[in-house]
């Protein structure tokens, strides 16, 4: 980390969620490793696998200097992210199984996933995320305005922000039985629900096993939708979370016809709409890279209906039609 410091680059830690943490200064490893723990996932193999990532960019930095001409910051968990949806594509498999094989490559193969990674970065500075496309059938239309009882319209008088409010309410959120109707209409019009941390096995609720063997009135289903949704740390982006479902929910009753041949990962779509909500404001997209954490405080603050709106617009992209 140092070295990499040293030659004025940045560090931002984190693939999301805007708890990122910046490392422009030398800090102490028991710092660097306390923000690695902070903006992973709760699997450690994946803490394990970002440090790899980050001493694998300081060999190619220090071998390979033209590689990184013009490139101030490195997200190494984006990096992961970018790997494991390029095998993804190319086997045609899940993000979360992808991941399962990367964790099990040699760090040599690692190395050369992300020399190919950096180089192509050069000639497309713009990711492609292809394997993150919503594969589906039949037409669709833009969500309507809804009125729901679920987008609060006025911030409580005790609170200063939006911000705020989804932090408090994320504590304990309310997963309704209007909630749970709404997410057994998803997972019988797809493939299955992806809910917080994508690459984690046990956040996918799979539409084959869940039909077959339960119903959502049965308190099993509701146990383990709450299990699920606690394993998102952050109670900011738990919350966000729920926002995403239900403007999934609305997207789904608003377009009876239309059959999804695919999973919904949450956390896409709520990437998305962050970064949508930002491009939005005339900002430049060849940025965004640099200014992540800034659109993700932005879509914080944004109120519930304005949010709404946003992740309406991310699932219409995601359908890339």
């Known amino acids: ?9 940045q560090i931002v830690m984190g693939r999301s969620q805007s708890h990122d943490l910046v490392i422009n200064k030398p800090e102490s490893n ?3 490793l306390e923000m690695i723990k902070q903006s992973t996932g709760r699997d450690p193999r994946e803490q394990m696998i970002v440090q790899e990532v980050i001493v694998y960019l300081y060999m190619l930095m220090r071998n390979e200097p ?13 990096l992961v992210q970018l790997i494991t949806g390029n095998l993804a594509d190319e086997k045609g498999i899940k993000q979360d199984e992808a991941f399962e094989i990367i964790l099990n490559q040699s760090p040599s193969a690692l190395l050369e996933s992300i020399k190919q990674v950096i180089k192509s970065y050069q000639t497309q500075p713009v990711a492609s995320f292809t394997s993150e496309f919503i594969r589906s059938t039949g037409e669709f239309k833009s969500v309507q305005d809804v009125n729901s009882e679920h987008l609060l319209k006025k911030l409580p008088s005790h609170l200063d922000t939006w ?6 309410v994320g504590v304990m959120p309310k997963l309704n039985e209007s909630l749970f109707e709404g997410l057994w209409l998803l997972l019988n019009r797809s493939h ?23 119903t959502y009135g049965e308190q099993q289903f509701s146990l383990l939708v709450e299990y699920v949704y606690n394993q998102i740390e952050f109670d900011d982006y738990r919350q966000l979370n729920i926002e995403a479902i239900w403007a999934l929910i609305t997207f789904a009753k608003q377009n009876p016809e239309l059959q999804i041949n695919d999973y919904f990962v949450i956390e896409v779509i709520i990437s998305h709409a962050v970064r949508l909500a930002w491009l939005s ?3 430049e997209e060849s940025r965004y890279g640099e200014e992540e954490h800034l659109a993700w405080d932005n879509y914080y603050n944004l109120p519930p209906k304005a949010a709404f709106e946003g992740m309406s617009r991310a699932i219409e992209y995601l359908m890339g039609r």
């Not at 980390?1 to 680059?9: F, L, P």
């Open 1 to 9: 980390v140092a070295e990499i410091i040293t030659r004025q680059k």
């Open 163 to 168: 911000h705020q409010w989804r932090k408090q």
């Open 192 to 214: 299955g629900v992806v809910i917080g941390d994508r690459y984690n096995m046990n956040n996918r609720l799979e539409t084959n096993k869940l039909i077959s063997n339960m």
């Open 281 to 283: 404001c005339d900002h």
């Open 30 to 32: 028991t710092r660097i």
């Open 66 to 78: 033209e590689s990184f001409k013009g490139l101030i910051t490195l997200r190494p968990s984006q």
